[in-house]
């Protein structure tokens, strides 16, 4: 949703967030931009359409959704003309951090998809990200870390996480559908060995329309 009063605040340029929940354990939670309430109730694994905002600086405040005083979070985030965020609130309940991803930032490659790994789960060590055969695309990725785009055939995959520089598969991901000239993200969220359990979101960056 946008805000009637983050709209007013416009300098007639624009740039798009969305905004994700990777807290494993964490309520539904509302996130403000500036005052303005621009996602209600988020609940952990979702993530929200992008949201057209103005291109400014935000006080962005997170709180437990349904209340409005001391936010779990507070984090400033700089949003430029046509860019394209996502903000993830990511780590523990102890440990709770905001984190600004910059989405669909390279040129496309004709007839290829563009992916990329993003590593969210707290307890989970670093991994590779292979195919069934061992063939790796990512290599030791530690929580926190946004891999750079690689392209990728127009195709459905299965991929596996595995413990970095080992063959234990951690997690096994199936039916992982990407298509040419678009741009997506392999989100690991959960926790390993825990509940919610390790998972993975293939998001599509960029979808601004």
Same mark, same amino acid.
């Given at each position: 949703?946008?805000?009637?009063?983050?709209?007013?605040?416009?300098?007639?340029?624009?740039?798009?967030?969305?905004?994700?929940?990777?807290?494993? &354990?964490?309520?539904?939670?509302?996130?403000?931009? &500036? +005052?303005?309430? @621009?996602?209600?109730? %988020?609940?952990?694994?979702?993530?929200?359409?992008?949201?057209?905002?103005?291109?400014?600086?935000?006080?962005?405040?997170?709180?437990?959704?349904?209340?409005?005083?001391?936010?779990?979070?507070?984090?400033? #985030?700089?949003? +430029?003309?046509?860019?394209?965020?996502? !903000?993830?609130? !990511?780590?523990? %309940?102890?440990? @709770?951090?905001?984190?600004? @991803?910059?989405?669909?930032?390279?040129?496309?490659?004709?007839?290829?998809?563009?992916?990329?790994?993003?590593? #969210?789960?707290?307890?989970?060590?670093?991994?590779? @990200?292979?195919?069934?055969? +061992?063939?790796?695309?990512?290599?030791?990725?530690?929580?926190?870390?946004?891999? =750079?785009? !690689?392209?990728? =055939?127009?195709?459905?995959?299965?991929?596996?996480?595995?413990?970095?520089?080992?063959?234990?598969?951690?997690?096994?991901?199936?039916?992982?559908?990407?298509?040419? &000239?678009?741009?997506?993200?392999?989100?690991?969220?959960?926790?390993?060995? +825990?509940?919610?359990? #390790?998972?993975? %979101?293939?998001?599509?960056?960029? &979808?601004?329309?």
């Amino acid at each position: 949703m946008e805000s009637d009063n983050v709209r007013r605040a416009s300098n007639g340029f624009f740039g798009y967030v969305s905004v994700m929940h990777a807290v494993p &354990n964490a309520p539904n939670v509302d996130v403000y931009a &500036n +005052g303005n309430l @621009i996602v209600s109730n %988020l609940e952990y694994g979702k993530y929200t359409k992008y949201l057209r905002i103005p291109a400014q600086t935000y006080d962005i405040n997170i709180y437990v959704a349904g209340t409005t005083d001391n936010p779990v979070l507070s984090r400033m #985030l700089t949003l +430029g003309r046509n860019e394209i965020f996502t !903000v993830a609130a !990511v780590g523990t %309940l102890d440990t @709770i951090d905001l984190l600004a @991803i910059r989405d669909a930032d390279v040129p496309r490659v004709p007839d290829k998809a563009l992916v990329r790994f993003v590593h #969210l789960s707290p307890n989970a060590p670093a991994v590779d @990200i292979t195919l069934p055969d +061992g063939t790796v695309i990512f290599e030791d990725i530690s929580f926190r870390q946004v891999t =750079e785009y !690689v392209p990728l =055939e127009d195709m459905v995959y299965t991929l596996q996480v595995r413990l970095a520089g080992t063959d234990t598969v951690a997690l096994t991901v199936p039916r992982v559908d990407v298509r040419e &000239n678009n741009y997506y993200s392999i989100y690991a969220i959960g926790l390993v060995g +825990g509940q919610p359990a #390790l998972d993975a %979101l293939l998001v599509r960056d960029g &979808n601004v329309r």
